[in-house]
């Protein structure tokens, strides 16, 4: 072979050499370092979901869902509607009300719990990711535009985020310890988290399809391999592998009963109200599949795509990147990746195609690609432009005899500047857009993030009602809206005993205040003289307007008097 050829050849050997690196530290990275950093990160996730937790005012969904944990918490009763979703969330936050007392606060301290546990668990795909690849991942996945406000939201998902990751790493280790005594431990944190997840909400019933789909296909490639390989029959190839099943069917029936257990624990309110396991399926599927049909809140199938180029661009450009480097790389972890691959990519098709399009399922599309999007980023920082690069240039140098700089050389290196300039502009944008839709702009009706935002206004509303000189006890105040969409004033009107809700204006023509919609002519039912009005905007397209005794009024003018 001639000599320019030979030098080729050993560029290229170099060059993929230098490519084929893996998850696994540097010698440099310390433990101690590793401690510190992930501790600095979930502190940094800790504050910045719990900094002024309670100063968006309550969304639509979450007070309906507060007011329902209210009424499970006082009268103890509480009964399935798909359209609400499942039972835990109203009963783990009943447990806080207990404790830490009633408020928009304290309703958001769930989802930020499990949004910070979610982070946490990243840590245990350590053996997966390396070390750089878990803090990565971590980092990404703590500021996160969408995972941080819906980790402040009072919704289920940020619960099914952690269940869904739980009963991914279940399941790996439990795979991976077949043949030992821990395999026990792993089922149940597999079994467990996804009984809480169809516990909460019904796309947890997605994640089961999305995963029993790939074991499925990768359990039916794994037999159709094996029967060509030992060039057995058909019907052989099927008893060898069902033999090595069989001694595993106890324990998977075992953690069958466990996960039933726990779904209908929460279902029937700890085994208080009358439920069946088909009569729970049969509803969430019958609800969810209906408003698919009807298209209640459509959109177009790349509807997500404007949301993650928005707020999450380091996640989605990396984690597609992920996605081609480890479906290319071929590494000991090649099966991992080739599943969270699949995840993320399933994950982004069903959601778009389902037509119930709301902001805050973003979340569960964001996860894989942030693992995927640390895990690149892990692997293409080990070492480079430090050790592994150096090592790479000294190489190349001393194949060509020469000091110069060798052309692949060059071309790493303005790929690593590129990739760096990449990275630190769209970190740059994510971290602003995080800070701003989350404490600047997270009620603003133009922000993609915030879906039907109970506007504002409602604070002033409330200071207003709060202000009248009669209490909530006997402030009799009528709330007035034909769609009876007037959430979340039930909520921020609990403590008045004789608030009433209406469909249209009760007979009675004497209120001490009335809230109708703005397109309401209240002064044809009441005097003008004698009432005062105040209008408010409920959320973007719902004007409302109070209407309330001006003696109320004046008695304030008289207590701020008397104050000063």
């Not at 944990?69 to 359209?83: I, M, N, V, W």
């Not at 606060?105 to 989802?111: F, H, M, S």
Request: proline share 5%; hydrophobic share 45%; charged share 20%.
């Amino acid at each position: 072979m001639p000599i320019k050829n030979q030098l080729c050849w050993k560029v290229w050997g170099i060059m993929q050499q230098g490519q084929d690196y893996n998850t696994e530290n540097s010698p440099e990275f310390s433990e101690k370092k590793y401690k510190l950093l992930g501790f600095l990160i979930i502190l940094f996730a800790l504050l910045i979901r719990l900094f002024d937790l309670g100063e968006r005012v309550l969304h639509h969904d979450e007070s309906v869902h507060a007011s329902f944990t209210l009424k499970l918490l006082e009268s103890g009763q509480y009964k399935y509607d798909p359209a609400y979703h499942g039972p835990f969330l109203f009963h783990s936050t009943a447990v806080v009300f207990h404790f830490l007392g009633i408020n928009d606060a304290t309703a958001r301290l769930i989802p930020v719990f499990f949004g910070v546990a979610a982070i946490l668990l990243l840590f245990l795909l350590k053996k997966e990711l390396g070390e750089r690849g878990v803090l990565w991942s971590a980092f990404l996945l703590s500021f996160s535009p969408s995972m941080v406000y819906f980790s402040r939201f009072f919704r289920n998902d940020l619960i099914i985020v952690f269940c869904t990751l739980a009963t991914v790493i279940g399941g790996i280790r439990y795979l991976e310890n077949l043949h030992s005594s821990k395999r026990y431990s792993y089922l149940i944190l597999a079994a467990s988290p996804l009984a809480i997840a169809v516990s909460s909400k019904e796309n947890a019933y997605l994640v089961i399809l999305m995963f029993g789909a790939y074991a499925l296909i990768y359990s039916l490639y794994g037999f159709y391999s094996d029967w060509k390989k030992e060039n057995l029959s058909l019907k052989r190839t099927f008893i060898l592998k069902i033999s090595a099943v069989s001694p595993f069917i106890p324990e998977i029936l075992i953690s069958g009963i466990l996960f039933v257990f726990i779904v209908m624990l929460f279902y029937t309110s700890l085994f208080r109200t009358p439920e069946t396991l088909y009569s729970i399926v049969e509803r969430a599927f019958s609800h969810w599949m209906e408003m698919h049909r009807i298209e209640r809140i459509g959109g177009p199938f790349y509807y997500y795509i404007p949301i993650l180029l928005v707020y999450e661009s380091p996640i989605l450009i990396f984690g597609a990147a992920g996605i081609v480097h480890f479906l290319r790389k071929k590494g000991k972890n090649a099966s991992f990746f080739l599943f969270v691959s699949y995840w993320a990519v399933s994950s982004l098709l069903l959601y778009s195609y389902l037509q119930e399009k709301v902001p805050w399922l973003v979340v569960h599309i964001v996860l894989p690609f942030g693992i995927l999007a640390g895990a690149y980023l892990g692997d293409f920082f080990s070492g480079i432009p430090g050790r592994r690069q150096k090592n790479l240039l000294e190489t190349e140098n001393t194949s060509f005899g020469t000091d110069k700089p060798p052309v692949s050389g060059i071309k790493h290196s303005r790929a690593y500047i590129l990739i760096t300039g990449i990275l630190a502009l769209t970190l740059i944008i994510s971290l602003a857009q995080c800070f701003s839709v989350n404490f600047y702009r997270s009620m603003e009706p133009d922000e993609l993030m915030t879906y039907s935002q109970t506007s504002p206004d409602i604070r002033e509303l409330m200071e207003k009602i709060e202000g009248f000189n009669l209490g909530p006890e006997t402030l009799r105040i009528s709330v007035v809206d034909p769609e009876s969409l007037y959430w979340p004033l039930p909520w921020y009107l609990r403590d008045y005993e004789k608030a009433a809700y209406y469909t249209e204006p009760p007979t009675k023509k004497e209120y001490d205040a009335i809230i109708v919609p703005s397109t309401y002519r209240m002064y044809d039912l009441i005097s003008e003289e004698k009432y005062s009005s105040y209008n408010f905007s409920l959320r973007p397209g719902k004007e409302f307007t109070l209407y309330y005794k001006k003696e109320l009024e004046k008695n304030i003018i008289d207590r701020e008097k008397e104050i000063l």
